[in-house]
């Protein structure tokens, strides 16, 4: 942190200083949010990403540096599932809604009544069998609202629709089948009058697609793989792609041996974001699976890249791919941030994206060109990212493979950051980011059995990278390409991000400390514990007495915390893919819950 | 009940009263459709063996269904839902296994009278379409998913997700209905599922386990086949170890006639392995 204070000294006496810069300096405005998510505040939270462009930030300043010390319980809630809670807690008008893991019950909070009692709660019922289907914890990253319906996942596969109001069933889609490994997780978009989902699973051999609801309906418009012959991918002439390697025909056909696209992955469970100016929706794609990398020779597109495509039609109109020929389980899923910013002296509209593979991307976004990937992680497994293809570079010996031992590959699995997303603050103009600090080794020697098969399992095991801490939460510098402060937490963060106009950030650790930092040096303002780790995306809103509030959902869990949620046994390292071995301790510090924590000042 | 004898017993099984009498009850957790392994009906080889097993313990079994699929152990055994699972991986990890009850290997079915495969370093294999299990995309696949890739057989392969269809009955069965219907030529598959499935395709089909039987120190295609219990459960493991060995005659008359490939008849039936 001593270093912080002298960073942010030097970034404000570049800015001070005359432009005369062709390089990318700090001479130019900060990147902003661009209009369409520059509106004025409402006091409302009423999807995930607060707005299309992602950037999880609020005008709401009441709560700032210099009051944030006095934050107070205002009121709390238990979800009664003591599972993994990654939901955000929606506001829309005097309502607060919550969603829990599986079962994914609803709940609707009335604020306007002291200690917002409960008004209904919707339970979907999903099918219990979905619970040994999904591959990491019984999470949903939450519900969304649009046209007075709250619309939401459920774990097996179905698209439900609410009112708002009533709490009654509007509709309810049932769009996978967890006979065949599929589930949902993810929170959906709604761009005018569609609803837009994707489907998990990649490691039980789905075939990755995104698809469009009617709203009001609840019927399918549009799908679209991202795997198969173009025409299943919605590639045709609009499709625009910057880079050489993704261009040509079929090539989500052609990148596979003969058939292994059929199971090809390449998931969507990840977080989505709109331009309405540009009329391009962007959405992630996961890893290729479940063939291991030297079984599927090629770059296995569309996998672990980002698409923008046309939300009426589905049509794709460019595609960028993150990791081709993925060896590391790098889903590339993680938030999409939309902002207009100075790039070596033009304006461009681009996507920002700290990626599962170490890098910071900044792409054009109406092209999907890279104009910048720099490393935000530890990094050995990759070396770089080569702009003039857009392809990054794999370090050839941190490649997992049978017969051999692999020791210090970082990132990890999971990645340098997983789907915790980021958030960006419209004043500062800075990127603040909840990631990890790991590294891994990698055998294969255990003897292991699926399905009455037995095989050779991995034995991965995942401990802190350089300094000995696992977690950091993160200042980025868009322009510099760099970190101007950094708190090192001692378990992975797993919770996302909030940004207020107060110059405050807020973020959970997985001890299920609640921390307020100041935006601009990262000092801790205020910290709360909660009753257990947070995994959550924390929201704030003007209530309808007009204080401003801040919510987050405690409950640990998720892949990270499965050690505890599925209480798995700390002396078997390997378990939950080797991040057992990391979080041994979890479990001396942090018991399983599900509670929303309501908090406001005097 | 003091807690000493509870100790004693609470390990290996419940004490129930079932119509005042006094009845053990032995809790086995199995998948509920995974032929020739074990079904709901009780008609899988597993499920007879578990049978013998119960009658020497004076117990009656009470099964708890579970898909095996990833977090079977974990919701199953480790939960004490039930206290024995049969059918894994002698000395796996993070369970505490009996001595095997049979050791099998990974097989090659053909079609009878079609090109017959007996080794991974036959050049007929790269003429041929081959299907193998898949696994997942946590680095691991079956044994010879990886024995073809690493010599460069991938283009003829085709997978067939281990998991299959749950709705179908015996989903990992798929891959020998592809072979009988001609789809694919070759299927490499784990010896039991081959062994009974080759008898019951309605075409004549031949099985002959894979060579080399390890293919690099890595890559075992051969596996002892055990039960396993808790961690902790010692009790109840040197039970079932002591009625495997009262009934091996016939624990080996049912898998012999479920067709399971053995590779450890004729081996001495000897102490457990370390």
Redesign the interface.
Known sequence: MGGARLALVLAISLILQPVSSVLAQPASPPPAAPPFAATPEDGQWTIPQKNYASTRYSDLSEINTETVKNLQVAFTFSTGVNKGQESAPLVVGGTMYVLSPYPNILYALDLTQPGAPMKWQYNPKPAA?A???A?CDVVNRGPTFANGRIVFTTLDAHVVSVNAETGEEVWKTKLG?????ETMTMAPLVVKDKVIVGISG????VRGWIQALDINSGKSVWKAYNTGPDQDVKIGPTFKPFYDSDKGKDLGVTTW????WQ?G?GTVWGWLSYDPELNLLYHGTG??????P????GDNKWTAGIFARDPDTGEARWFYQTAPHDLH?WDNINELILLDMDWEGQPRKVLVHPGRTGFLYVIDRTTGEVLSAKPFHALTAVTGVDLKTGRIQYNAEKE?V??RVVRDICPTAPGAKDWNPSAFSHRTGLLYIPHMNMCMD?E???????????????E?RMYPGPGGHMGEFSAWDLQAGKELWTINERFPLWSGALATAGDVVFYGTMEGWFKAVHARTGEVLWQFKVDSGIIGQPTTYRGPDGKQYVAILSGVGGWAGAIVS????P??G??A?GFVNAMRDLKNVTTKGGALYVFKLP | MCSSFLKGAALAALLVMAGGVHARELRVCA?PN?LP?SNEAGEGFENKIVSLIAQELGAEVRYTW???????L??TL??EICDLVP????????VRTTAPYYRSSYVFVTRTGGPEIQSFNDPALRAVRIGV???????????P??A???RGI??????F???G???EPD??ARILRALANGDIDVAV??G??GGYFAEREGVPLTVNPVRPIFD?????MA?D?SMAVRKDDETLRQEVDAALARRRPEVDAILAAFRVPRLDTGMKQAGRTP
């Open positions: 069998a619970q040994g289907v591959c089948d967890i006979n065949r490994g990649g490691e039980y051999g041996p003969a058939d292994a199971q992955g890893n290729p699976g479940p063939w291991n030297n079984q599927r020779p389980d997992p049978n017969n990698w294969s020697v255990e003897p292991n059995y699926i399905a009455g098969t037995p095989y050779v399992g991995a991965v599925g209480d798995l046994d002396r078997d390997s378990a893919k | 998948d995974n392994f579970w898909a095996q699929r990833r977090g079977f974990r919701n480790k939960a059918g894994l991986p002698a000395n796996l990890e993070g299990h898949l696994i997942g995309d946590d680095g691991s696949n079956t044994p998913a990886h073809l890739s690493r991938v283009e003829n392969v085709r997978g997700m281990i998991y269809d749950y709705n989903p990992p598959v784990w039991p599922l690099g120190p890595q890559l075992p596996f086949i």
